[in-house]
Nanobody, 123 residues
């Protein structure tokens, strides 16, 4: 079992920045992938950014150039730096963990989920 706890969500005006954190605990898989997903009301959960154990990252087209995913292996923590936020970025953001060497940018690839943290961007 892997436990994931997100933090760092909140409300911000368009153009602002937020940094999300996800602390992982429990069983450690190797290799693995961790990622961020988001779900807005009435919409499907979508992959935002993911990063493999070797540092390979992937971003959704809608966030490329604005969001940066990173991890601190010593702290078992995943981050999502979000800049130039837009109202369309408003959603519940979820941390995800997937054992294995592939990328985890689809919900079908994810084995463990966090509870989510709300991000609200006002215009």
């Amino acid at each position: 079992q892997v436990q994931l706890v997100e933090s760092g969500g909140g409300s911000v005006q368009a153009g602002g920045s937020l940094t999300l954190s996800c602390a992982a605990s429990g069983r450690a898989y190797s290799p693995y992938c961790m990622g961020w997903f988001r779900q807005a009301p009435g919409k499907q959960r979508e992959g935002v950014a993911s990063i493999r154990f070797d540092g390979t990252a992937r971003y959704a087209d809608s966030v490329k150039g604005r969001f940066t995913v990173s991890k601190d292996n010593a702290k078992n923590t995943l981050y999502l730096q979000m800049n130039s936020l837009k109202p369309d970025d408003t959603a519940m953001y979820y941390c995800a963990y997937s054992p294995g060497g592939g990328l985890c940018h689809t919900t079908s690839a994810v084995l463990y989920w966090g509870q989510g943290t709300q991000v609200t961007v006002s215009s």
